[in-house]
């Protein structure tokens, strides 16, 4: 008798997590001839890489277990209310987006919305926060959200460098007024060196815009210590020099206060956070960059525009698609990827519900609580300065005085911001009360005998600001933004709008690169707790113990993981993480004495973000071939490494490779440029494909960047929000980035690459759920899992369709290309349209033409059930049957099922039918969408007329609400 173990928990996650249950996998490894995972393991990966004992990390246990320890993790954070600014400030969620936007997986399991048909919701969405930024900001045209603030601002500085040489002059200066936040001025610094741009920090008083270096100025309005001044002789100065104007600025202070674009500001920047996102002790939130129409060949970012579909009906989508900025590879000016799409949707649906009015009584408010505490304070004694603010006062108190104000206000569990000059700043925000006010004025006067109330001095303040600085232009008159203040619509609003989404919650989302795997409930519980969402990136270190253990512990994890020295958990994207990690590596070549190296080699099959990103580290990128097989070509690698030999600075390898293959020669190519004085960067967005069975430590990576967004479940949030953490080896961990307002870093850190210390710290938690569930065994078990189900789908779909490239035992890694380029000239079809007839089935599209023109590259993840898996089989058997329809002249090669997918409700139910195939074959092609049919809301969008005609806020009336 065996004895049964029924002390373990019930809860147990490893099989939830794992779409194929024990039976399916073995029937699938015997479609591939091989007896065990392990055996696939063997034959997949090259047996020199191949890591050869469990990972150092406790074995999987049950969900309750793991939340509860994250609970005990989490009350060390303490929850003091922080009046610091300097660009975070609480705000009440609306509970409604709370739950149905924040929390819900209709919502938050979106992919980037490049299938445009079924992504009008967030597209529309995004649309309303373009809108609501471009109206408060005064510019015409606004992005569909940045990473944070500082990085906007450098993102506008580069504009203003492009901007200005296309223009025809060469200006590498770039003017920051000291009244920035110290965070911006820091990471702007970073980004401008390896451009050879200089950053003049300074006073605007005593600017002269005119020395003909300059290309552009950065201003803080209002400003990091709370003065609002008339900027806009300034602008026109610096406008007469060819100088540009970027203003960093706070939308809800805009509701106010005169726009930049009304003062003659070229961009804004900004971040939308206190627009109903938590503080989360940074991020993420989404920043902003609006800019006028001259300049959108040079805008960062995803931009929506509308356009129409075939039927003329208006419809959104990703505008200047081909030019998104990153794609433009080593000739980019911006690597941004992965944005901020989850939380600008929750900024701009704030300013829905809100509505001009709303969001101005909230302005209002918090400015008349500000004049109010500013009037007490003087008639208590102080000083108060600026004399003109919004919601922020800086009180000048000699020292003493100042330590004994900030040891009463934490009694009171208060944060106050401390100025280097010894000066105590304060910031109100939509959650300050008259009670706190009273509260504030007892700490500085150290008594509660006040003499007058809240109440008294109400009064004795004038709310309007002079007419030169006051906001008299309207915004927000759009129908969107005045018709769902109800609860009910609202709620009504947001669910029409996720109902045209297709999302995880329907179906999987087989996005190769993009590892669309389980986005698990008891990962994202933690994100809304209080203790992690109500952080001021800049509290004291004493009231974030908590954060600080979890930082600890998931760094050690995936310091194991990876097989490296040090992580560092600053990059908030994938993006940014190249961006530290070059950078990182050019401090240690500057610190070896080999500042030169400047070559970045780049095999040709690379991520657009590689180049962009070496682009912006100062590197020159040097393609490196690919052979026949879709590996990097090593004897182009040998050769250009060793012509490059005295100026080579990196490798960016992806592993495996784009093409979805663990190539054998990459120890050989790691030799190679090491041999030429070369690091290794390797690009880890594969990294489903080697946790447990391999590490790129261990390979002969140097740095190596984490999409905790793809392999460590951070949901993609319709394209953001995600995290880029690096590792890095040994040698490389004293650069690892610093940063200025925490002191964190040594004296060899790079400067900060974000502008909160660790990225978008309140979605870590997710990865750290992620993997205490899994464990050890699960995490491997996941990995073997991912790599069974793409070969499995890879194997019943070979006959149907070529496979592009395979690794030598014919096996491929965890994602794979099927070549439709064949079908383009025996029957007209693209993979654009194979992709778009997806949609009639019911999934969305696999990666198009990455990485290869013309292919679909397919990554199942190991989350998708077997049943799922045949489904899509199906599918694409089907439409391979209805290409070969074609082929052979049973239907037309212009009016077909592919050519006129995807079909609606409306198209399929219109009186008129006259097409060569039934409307059961149009709309219901499979058994399955019989008893689940997900509807795309618009047909066919027309890309090139959006582009002909940009329009990227919302219409001033109805046309496309509803
Ligand atoms: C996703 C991806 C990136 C960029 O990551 P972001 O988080 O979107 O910035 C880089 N390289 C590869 C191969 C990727 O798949």
């Given at each position: ?140 045209l606004?992005n ?11 993102e506008a500085?580069a504009m203003c460098h492009t901007i200005v040489r296309a223009a ?76 540009l ?21 070229d961009i ?21 960059l609006?800019t006028k129409?001259e300049y959108k060949r040079q805008m960062p970012g ?18 200047l698609?081909?030019r998104?900025q990153?794609?433009r590879?080593?000739?980019a000016t911006s ?628």
């Amino acid at each position: 008798m065996t004895q049964r173990n029924f002390l373990d928990p019930s809860d147990r996650f490893v099989h939830r997590h794992l779409g194929p249950r024990e039976d399916d996998i073995q029937e699938m490894l015997a479609v591939l001839g091989l007896p065990s995972l392990d055996a696939l393991a063997d034959a997949t990966v090259p047996a020199d890489i191949r890591f050869r004992r469990p990972l150092d990390l406790s074995l999987n246990r049950g969900e309750k277990e793991v939340l509860d320890e994250l609970k005990r993790l989490a009350s060390a954070n303490r929850v003091y209310r922080s009046l610091i600014g300097m660009g975070y400030y609480d705000c009440v969620t609306p509970p409604v987006i709370q739950r149905n936007i924040l929390e819900n997986p209709g919502w938050y399991t979106q992919y980037t919305p490049y299938q445009a048909e079924i992504a009008q919701g967030r597209l529309e969405a995004l649309v309303n926060f373009q809108t609501m930024v471009a109206d408060l900001t005064g510019l015409p045209l606004a992005n569909a959200s940045l990473l944070d603030e500082a990085t906007a601002a450098a993102e506008a500085m580069a504009m203003c460098h492009t901007i200005v040489r296309a223009a025809g002059q060469e200006r590498k200066e770039f003017f920051v007024s000291q009244d920035c936040h110290p965070q911006t001025i820091a990471v702007m610094q970073t980004r401008a060196e390896p451009l050879g741009l200089t950053i003049r920090v300074g006073m605007t008083r005593t600017l002269d815009v005119r020395d003909g270096r300059l290309c552009g100025l950065l201003l803080q309005y209002p400003a990091t210590d709370g003065y609002v001044g008339d900027y806009s002789a300034l602008v026109e100065q610096a406008h007469h020099a060819g100088v540009l104007v970027v203003v960093a600025t706070d939308l809800l202070a805009l509701t106010l206060l005169r726009s930049p674009g009304e003062s003659g500001a070229d961009i804004a920047v900004g971040s939308s956070q206190r627009f109903g996102v938590p503080v989360g002790f940074g991020g993420p939130h989404a920043a902003f960059l609006a800019t006028k129409e001259e300049y959108k060949r040079q805008m960062p970012g995803r931009i929506v525009g509308v356009s129409r579909d075939v039927t003329g009906k208006p419809a959104c989508r990703l505008a200047l698609q081909t030019r998104e900025q990153h794609i433009r590879r080593e000739k980019a000016t911006s690597n941004i990827c992965t944005a901020q799409v989850l939380l600008a949707i929750m900024a701009g649906m704030y300013a829905v519900y809100h509505g001009p009015n709303g969001l101005r009584r909230i302005a209002e408010r918090v400015r008349g609580l500000t004049l109010v505490l500013a009037e007490g304070l003087r008639r208590l004694g102080f000083d108060v300065a600026p004399k003109l603010f919004f919601d922020t006062i800086r009180v000048p108190v000699p020292r003493a005085q100042a330590e004994q104000i900030l040891a009463r206000a934490d009694e009171q569990r208060m944060n106050l911001r401390r100025h280097e000059d010894g000066s105590i700043g304060l910031s109100l925000d939509e959650t300050s009360s008259p009670d706190e006010v009273r509260r504030l004025w007892e700490i500085f006067v150290g008594h509660d005998r006040i003499s007058f109330t809240v109440q008294d001095l109400t009064a004795a303040v004038a709310l309007d600001y002079p007419p030169s600085l006051a906001r008299t232009s309207a915004y927000l008159t759009h129908d969107v933004f005045n018709r769902y203040h109800s609860e009910h619509e609202m709620l009504r609003y947001l669910h029409r709008l996720q109902a045209k989404d297709l999302s995880l919650v329907h179906s999987m989302i087989p996005l190769g690169s993009c590892t669309m795997k389980l986005n698990a409930t008891s990962e994202m519980l933690p994100v809304t707790w209080p203790e992690f969402a109500s952080l001021h990136p800049f509290a004291p270190a004493e009231q974030t113990r908590g954060y600080q253990e979890l930082f600890r512990q998931l760094e050690a994890w995936l310091a194991e993981i990876t097989g490296f020295a040090a992580i560092s958990l600053q990059p908030n994207a994938g993006s940014q993480g190249e961006y530290a990690g070059l950078m990182v590596i050019r401090a240690y070549h500057r610190a070896q004495g080999e500042g030169h190296r400047d070559v970045c080699l780049i095999p040709v099959s690379a991520h657009g973000t590689n180049p962009a990103s070496a682009a912006m580290a100062g590197m020159t990128v040097v393609p490196v071939a690919c052979d026949r097989h879709g590996n990097v070509d090593l004897a182009d690698l040998e050769a250009k490494a060793a012509e490059h030999r005295d100026r080579l600075s990196t490798l960016m390898l992806t592993y495996p490779s784009t093409h979805g293959v663990f190539e054998p020669g990459v120890r050989r190519m790691c030799q190679i440029v090491h041999t030429h004085g070369g690091q290794i960067y390797m690009d880890g967005a594969n990294m489903n494909a080697q946790v447990g069975l391999c590490r790129p430590g261990d390979i002969g990576a140097d740095v190596c960047h984490l999409n905790l967004h793809k392999t460590f479940c951070i949901p993609h949030g319709g394209g953001g929000p995600g995290m880029g953490p690096i590792g890095v080896a040994r040698h490389l961990t004293p650069f690892l980035p610093g940063h200025p307002v925490t002191q964190l870093g040594g004296p060899e850190a790079i400067g900060p690459v974000s502008a909160a210390p660790y990225g978008s710290p309140s979605i870590l938690p997710i990865s750290w759920v992620y993997i205490a569930l899994m464990g050890r065994d699960g995490l491997t078990k996941a990995t073997q899992v991912a790599i069974l189900n793409a070969n499995y789908m890879a194997k019943r779909l070979e006959k149907h369709y070529p496979i592009l490239y395979t690794g030598t035992s014919g096996l491929v890694a965890h994602e794979f290309i099927l070549d439709l380029r064949p079908f383009k000239e025996s029957a007209g079809v693209e993979a654009m349209d194979v992709a778009k007839r997806l949609m009639d089935y019911g999934f969305h599209a696999p990666t198009v033409s990455f990485p290869v023109a013309g292919t679909l590259m397919i990554e199942p993840t190991e989350s998708e059930a077997k049943g799922e898996l045949d489904r899509l089989c199906e599918a694409l058997i089907s439409i391979r049957a209805e290409i070969q329809d074609i082929a052979e002249g049973r239907q037309p090669r212009t009016n077909n099922l592919l050519k006129n997918a995807p079909h609606t409700a409306s198209a399929v139910t219109a009186n008129e039918w006259e097409r060569p195939y039934s409307r059961e074959q149009a709309a219901f092609p499979a058994p399955w969408v019989r008893q689940n049919k997900f509807w795309p809301s618009v047909g066919r969008i027309d890309e090139a007329y959006g582009d002909r005609h940009l329009v990227c806020s919302c219409p001033p009336m109805e046309s496309y609400q509803s």
